[in-house]
Each structure stands twice: as structure tokens, then as C-alpha cells.
């Protein structure tokens, strides 16, 4: 279980980014977090993990506090954490199969890894998450081949060969076109039930986040000022969260939930 209390985030200019949130997310469950540019988002999913560090409060991992671990122990901690970014974050000169395995880098020793030498367990690992990520068959291809949607994919599978506790998603939908956006967060949610990863996905689509996913966190400055399920989410709710604007003009398309993947062949 994740668990955040209090937690701050001032920057030297005075300026607060979070202001006291407390939050707890349980193994296996996936929680979406919604607001306006610069409500905050960003910033707590990089303070759980401290690439950012926070001012002042706590957060806990299956009980360890991870606020104030020195350099060697955060390492330790981080393995646990996986991370899925909005642009992939892949090394584009390697293969998907190498981009998979850099997952395991927390794991193996400093020479091994630099020769890219990995326990064969590691490797059938990875093609196992490539078959289930539906990119099986592509472990030789280079990442700059393929397309945005099919480099989610290995982002995902990378995360997932930590075998992480936490899961921390920062928009990885944002580059995609809008069926590979659907696509993208089904494979997520089911994955992380699947392996009941506690799981935070910032998110700004919100009628993605309503579609897939069970809770929904809105931040407005820095502020929990919605926590609940998506039905909850109403056009009173939604204006607390972002202002004013007439949200019942806004139509709800209904997409068939048995989308066919994303065509394994096609590169863009």
C-alpha cells in the first residue's frame, strides 16, 4: 500500500505546488488523477518517488518511509516503483528486447548489465510481457521503429519487469491518437489487477479516466478536492475541480469496449 500524509511541495520562490495531500492507494488498485496544468499532478506522482523532493509531510510504501532514505536505500526502494512516461522514455538505438530488460537494471550487477548480460529467467520474463503487451515477435526491432503506441507498449513492459509494488503512470496517453489511447489504458488497468499493482495514472483526458479506471482523484492548486468513483464525477464536481464551463454540453461517445489491438505490423 502507498500512503501519502501531509505532503508539501514549496518551491525557493514561495510558490506551493501541493498543499497538505493525503492519500492512500491499496495493492491492486488503479487510481486516476485529474486537474488543470499546474494543479499539482505532476509534481506528487515525482515527490512519491522523490525525482522531486517534498517540503514536508510523508510517504510510505508497504509501511517503509521513503522521505527521508539516504542515496543507496532510495535506490533499493526505487526497483519497487515503475514508471511509464508520456514520451516513452525508450533508448531509441536498441532493440525492444534491450528496452525491456533495462527494467532489470536495478537487479543485476554493475558489469552484467553494462554487457547487457541477464539471467535467462529475465529474458523469458521479458518475452512473456512482450507476448502480453501484444508485441510478441518484435524483441529485434529497433524503438525508433516503431510506432507511439507500439513504444507504450515496451514502456510497459519495462516498467512491468521490476515487478514493481507501486506503479506510476504520467500521461501515457497524451502523444497517442484516440483508439491507441483506449487501447493504451485497458492494457494498463488490466495489467495492474492482473499483477494488483498499486497504481497512479495522471491523466488530463477525463472521460478516459472515467471509462477505465475505478478512482479518481481531481487536484485544483495543489488540493484533493475530489476523491471518489467516476459516476461521482459530475458537471458540479468536474467545475469544482476545473471552473466554470457548461460540462453537460460536453456529448459521451460510447466506444465498443471490444476494440481490436493496435495492428502489431503497422510502424509509423
Given at each position: 500500500?502507498?500512503?501519502?500524509?501531509?505532503?508539501?511541495?514549496?518551491?525557493?520562490?514561495?510558490?506551493?505546488?501541493?498543499?497538505?495531500?493525503?492519500?492512500?492507494?491499496?495493492?491492486?488498485?488503479?487510481?486516476?488523477?485529474?486537474?488543470?496544468?499546474?494543479?499539482?499532478?505532476?509534481?506528487?506522482?515525482?515527490?512519491?518517488?522523490?525525482?522531486?523532493?517534498?517540503?514536508?509531510?510523508?510517504?510510505?510504501?508497504?509501511?517503509?518511509?521513503?522521505?527521508?532514505?539516504?542515496?543507496?536505500?532510495?535506490?533499493?526502494?526505487?526497483?519497487?516503483?515503475?514508471?511509464?512516461?508520456?514520451?516513452?522514455?525508450?533508448?531509441?538505438?536498441?532493440?525492444?528486447?534491450?528496452?525491456?530488460?533495462?527494467?532489470?537494471?536495478?537487479?543485476?550487477?554493475?558489469?552484467?548489465?553494462?554487457?547487457?548480460?541477464?539471467?535467462?529467467?529475465?529474458?523469458?520474463?521479458?518475452?512473456?510481457?512482450?507476448?502480453?503487451?501484444?508485441?510478441?515477435?518484435?524483441?529485434?526491432?529497433?524503438?525508433?521503429?516503431?510506432?507511439?503506441?507500439?513504444?507504450?507498449?515496451?514502456?510497459?513492459?519495462?516498467?512491468?519487469?521490476?515487478?514493481?509494488?507501486?506503479?506510476?503512470?504520467?500521461?501515457?496517453?497524451?502523444?497517442?491518437?484516440?483508439?491507441?489511447?483506449?487501447?493504451?489504458?485497458?492494457?494498463?488497468?488490466?495489467?495492474?489487477?492482473?499483477?494488483?499493482v498499486a497504481t497512479i495514472i495522471n491523466i488530463h483526458d477525463v472521460a478516459l479516466a472515467k471509462r477505465f479506471v475505478p478512482r479518481i482523484v481531481g487536484l485544483r492548486e495543489g488540493e484533493v478536492v475530489f476523491d471518489g468513483a467516476p459516476a461521482a464525477l459530475d458537471a458540479a464536481r468536474l467545475t469544482d475541480i476545473y471552473g466554470d464551463?457548461?460540462?453537460?454540453?460536453?456529448?459521451?461517445?460510447?466506444?465498443?469496449?471490444?476494440?481490436?489491438?493496435?495492428?502489431?505490423?503497422?510502424?509509423?
Amino acid at each position: 500500500m502507498l500512503e501519502i500524509q501531509g505532503l508539501v511541495k514549496r518551491y525557493p520562490t514561495g510558490d506551493r505546488a501541493l498543499r497538505g495531500v493525503d492519500l492512500s492507494v491499496p495493492e491492486g488498485q488503479v487510481m486516476a488523477l485529474i486537474g488543470p496544468s499546474g494543479a499539482g499532478k505532476s509534481t506528487l506522482i515525482r515527490c512519491v518517488n522523490r525525482l522531486v523532493e517534498p517540503t514536508e509531510g510523508r510517504v510510505a510504501l508497504d509501511g517503509e518511509d521513503l522521505t527521508h532514505l539516504g542515496p543507496r536505500a532510495l535506490r533499493r526502494v526505487r526497483r519497487q516503483i515503475g514508471m511509464i512516461f508520456q514520451e516513452f522514455a525508450l533508448v531509441e538505438r536498441l532493440s525492444v528486447m534491450e528496452n525491456v530488460l533495462s527494467g532489470r537494471l536495478g537487479y543485476v550487477g554493475f558489469w552484467r548489465s553494462t554487457l547487457r548480460r541477464f539471467p535467462q529467467a529475465d529474458v523469458d520474463q521479458a518475452f512473456e510481457l512482450l507476448d502480453r503487451v501484444g508485441l510478441g515477435g518484435f524483441e529485434d526491432k529497433r524503438a525508433d521503429a516503431l510506432s507511439g503506441g507500439q513504444r507504450q507498449r515496451v514502456g510497459i513492459a519495462r516498467a512491468l519487469m521490476q515487478a514493481p509494488k507501486l506503479l506510476l503512470v504520467d500521461e501515457p496517453t497524451a502523444s497517442l491518437d484516440p483508439k491507441t489511447s483506449r487501447q493504451i489504458m485497458r492494457l494498463i488497468t488490466e495489467l495492474a489487477l492482473e499483477r494488483r499493482v498499486a497504481t497512479i495514472i495522471n491523466i488530463h483526458d477525463v472521460a478516459l479516466a472515467k471509462r477505465f479506471v475505478p478512482r479518481i482523484v481531481g487536484l485544483r492548486e495543489g488540493e484533493v478536492v475530489f476523491d471518489g468513483a467516476p459516476a461521482a464525477l459530475d458537471a458540479a464536481r468536474l467545475t469544482d475541480i476545473y471552473g466554470d464551463e457548461d460540462w453537460d454540453e460536453t456529448p459521451e461517445v460510447d466506444v465498443d469496449e471490444a476494440d481490436p489491438a493496435e495492428p502489431t505490423g503497422a510502424i509509423a
